[in-house]
């Protein structure tokens, strides 16, 4: 159940080889495709993205607020 090769970063001769691999063997290219596809749809479908998005700024925001609350009630 791939979703997708890795290759280290800037090994560009790692790279071409898994290129040539998926080039051999299409019907691999296109298992690796289809489940990244469906990674994709299921962890980053736009209403939760959405969610996680509006939570990030509010949990800065209360946090930048306590910041600001705090010296004052010194």
């Known amino acids: 159940n791939v979703s997708g090769l890795i290759v280290p970063p800037s090994d560009s001769r790692r790279l071409s080889e898994r290129i040539?691999?998926?080039?051999?063997d299409p019907q691999r290219a296109q298992q690796?495709?289809?489940r990244g596809q469906e990674v994709v749809r299921t962890?980053?479908?736009e209403d939760r993205m959405?969610?996680?998005?509006?939570?990030l700024?509010?949990?800065v925001s209360e946090r930048n607020l306590r910041r600001a609350i705090v010296p004052l009630a010194r």
């Open 20 to 24: 040539i691999e998926l080039l051999a």
């Open 32 to 34: 690796i495709a289809a």
């Open 43 to 45: 962890h980053f479908h």
């Open 50 to 55: 959405l969610d996680e998005t509006i939570s």
């Open 57 to 59: 700024y509010r949990d």
